[in-house]
C-alpha cells in the first residue's frame, strides 16, 4: 500500500479548512519526456520549496516534482505552529550533543524563525502569521519543569521572549479547566500553512523554478548525473534533492529506516460566537500542551478553533475523523461537546527515534533532508535553505544537523510500525495518568 494515495485522491487537496480558504494555484503540468537540470527537487513541501527557491535564486536550474500538487502533503495540512528551538529541548540536546553543539542547534532554530519570517515578508505570502504560542501544563509538576526550563533559556541561551504563566496568567490566555500553568513565547508564531506552501510556490515559479505536479517518482538512478524517473518522464541532474518526509515511500532505504510515517488529525469547529471564543481562547495564539501525544489548537481568522489531537500509526486514516478529534478537543472543552464540526482531515508527517531531523547525503550528489517529527513549519523551511547552501558549497549548517545521532526503528520495515504502536499506546496510557 503506498502512502500517496491510501487517503486521497490523485492530485485533489483533501477537503481541510485550509483548502477552502487559500488562494490555490493553478494546476502544474505533468513532466512528460525527459528534461535536464542543476538539481532535481523530489517533493514540494516546504523543504522542496524553500531548497528550490534559495537554488534559482543563486542562478541554478531547479526542477521540483510532486507526486500530487504544491503543499499537499503535510506542509499543507498541519498546525501552522511556527515554534521556537529544536523538536528537542535545549536540556536534551545538551545531553545528545554536549553544550558547544547544543548551542549551534538553538541559533539555527532561531534563524529558522526567521528565515521562515523572512520569506512570508520578502514575498508578500498572505498567511496571517501571528505572533505567541503557549505551551500549556496539566500538573503543578509540569509547570515547574516549564517554569524552570524557561528560565534556563533566559540564563544560558540569552532568550529573553518566553515568559512563565501560573494558572490565573494561563486562565487568562486559555480557561479550560484542565491547563494550571505553562509559559508563553511571543517569538513564536502561527500562520495557515496551505497558504505559506503556496506563496513559496508563487515565489519559486518566479524565480524561474519549473514545477511539474502529479509527477511521481519511481525511481532514482545514482549515477553521475542521477536520473529522476517519474511514470511519465524522467529528470537528468547532478543534484537530487529528496524532500519526501512521510511520503518517502522506497526511494531510499538509509532515509526510510530513520523516518517512519504516522498521521495525526485537525478540526474545525463552525464559527464561535464571542461568548463562545471567551470561554476557549482569550488571546490571538496558539496553544500546545505537555501531553506525549500532543493536543495543538488555536483561532482561524474566521473565528474557528483548529484542533489537532490523535494519531494512528497505520496506512489509512480512520472513517470518522470528527470523533477521533473530538475526544481530546472536548477533554480540554467540556462546552464543545456538542460544536458542529465543518471540516476533519488527517495528514501523514515524518518522526524519528529522537524526533529530531534526519540530515543527509545519500551519494554522489544526492542530499536528503527530512523527519522533522511534528515541528516543521520553521525547521522544514529552514532545511531547504540549508540544502541549497550545502549543494552551493557551504554545508556549515547542514553538516551540523547532519551530526545529530538519528538511529533506524527497530524491527526494520516489517515491525517498525507495531513496536511504534506498542510504544505509543504506553505513553498515551502515561497521558492519562497524568505519570
Known amino acids: 500500500m503506498n502512502l500517496l494515495y491510501s487517503n486521497d485522491k490523485q492530485g485533489q487537496y483533501p477537503e481541510s479548512w485550509y483548502a477552502a480558504t487559500a488562494e490555490m494555484l493553478e494546476p502544474f503540468a505533468p513532466l512528460r519526456g525527459e528534461t535536464k537540470a542543476d538539481v532535481c527537487v523530489v517533493g514540494a513541501g516546504y523543504t522542496g520549496l524553500s531548497a528550490a527557491l534559495h537554488l534559482a535564486e543563486q542562478g541554478y536550474d531547479v526542477v521540483l516534482l510532486d507526486a500530487h500538487r504544491v503543499g499537499f502533503g503535510a506542509s499543507g495540512r498541519n498546525g501552522g505552529q511556527l515554534g521556537s528551538g529544536q523538536r528537542m529541548g535545549q536540556d536534551g540536546l545538551e545531553s545528545l550533543l554536549g553544550k558547544e553543539d547544543a548551542h549551534k542547534m538553538w541559533l539555527l532554530a532561531e534563524e529558522a524563525k526567521q528565515v521562515t519570517k523572512g520569506l512570508i515578508e520578502k514575498h508578500d505570502i498572505d498567511c496571517h502569521l501571528k505572533p505567541g504560542i503557549a505551551h500549556a501544563c496539566f500538573s503543578a509538576r509540569e509547570v515547574r519543569h516549564e517554569h524552570e526550563y524557561a528560565a534556563y533559556l533566559q540564563s544560558e541561551y540569552g532568550y529573553d521572549a ?12 486559555c480557561p479550560s479547566p484542565k491547563y494550571v500553568g505553562g509559559s508563553l513565547d511571543m517569538s513564536a508564531g502561527h500562520l495557515h500553512p496551505l497558504a505559506y506552501a503556496l506563496g513559496l510556490a508563487r515565489a519559486c515559479v518566479a524565480a524561474g523554478v519549473r514545477i511539474y ?19 511519465k518522464g524522467r529528470v537528468v541532474a547532478e543534484h537530487v534533492v529528496l524532500a519526501c518526509n512521510g511520503y518517502l515511500g522506497n526511494l531510499d532505504r538509509k532515509v526510510a529506516a530513520r523516518v517512519m ?4 488529525y485537525i478540526a474545525a469547529t463552525r464559527p464561535l460566537s464571542d461568548e463562545e471564543l471567551d470561554g476557549v481562547l482569550r488571546r490571538d495564539v496558539a496553544i500546545a500542551d505537555s501531553k506525549f ?11 474557528r478553533l483548529l484542533f489537532g489531537g490523535g494519531e494512528t500509526y497505520g496506512y489509512r486514516f480512520p472513517d470518522d475523523i470528527s470523533a477521533v478529534v473530538r475526544k481530546p478537543m472536548v477533554e480540554i472543552y467540556p462546552q464543545l461537546r456538542d460544536i458542529e464540526i465543518d471540516y476533519a482531515w488527517g495528514g501523514t508527517l515524518g518522526i524519528t527515534m529522537k524526533r529530531m531531523p534526519f540530515f543527509a547525503r545519500l551519494g554522489s550528489g544526492i ?8 515541528h516543521g513549519v520553521g525547521t522544514a523551511t529552514h532545511a531547504g535553505m540549508l540544502v541549497a547552501q550545502a549543494i552551493a558549497g557551504q554545508s556549515e549548517g547542514f553538516d551540523t544537523m547532519a551530526r545529530v545521532p538519528t538511529p533506524s526503528f527497530p524491527g526494520g520495515a516489517g515491525l517498525r510500525t507495531p513496536l511504534l504502536a506498542l510504544a505509543m499506546t504506553w505513553f498515551s496510557l502515561r497521558d492519562r495518568l497524568g505519570v
Not at 213 to 231: F, I, W, Y
Not at 293 to 303: G, P
Not at 367 to 374: E, M, Q, R, T
Request: hydrophobic share 30%; proline share 6%; charged share 20%.
Open 213 to 231: 505536479e502529479n509527477s511521481a517518482v519511481q525511481g532514482l538512478e545514482k549515477r553521475s548525473p542521477n536520473v529522476v524517473q517519474t511514470d
Open 162 to 173: 518566553i515568559e512563565p504563566l501560573d494558572r490565573d496568567q494561563m486562565q487568562a490566555i
Open 293 to 303: 501525544v500532543i493536543n495543538y489548537f488555536r483561532l482561524s481568522h474566521d473565528k
Open 261 to 264: 510515517p504516522i498521521n495525526n
Open 367 to 374: 542530499i536528503s533532508a527530512s523527519g522533522y517529527s511534528g
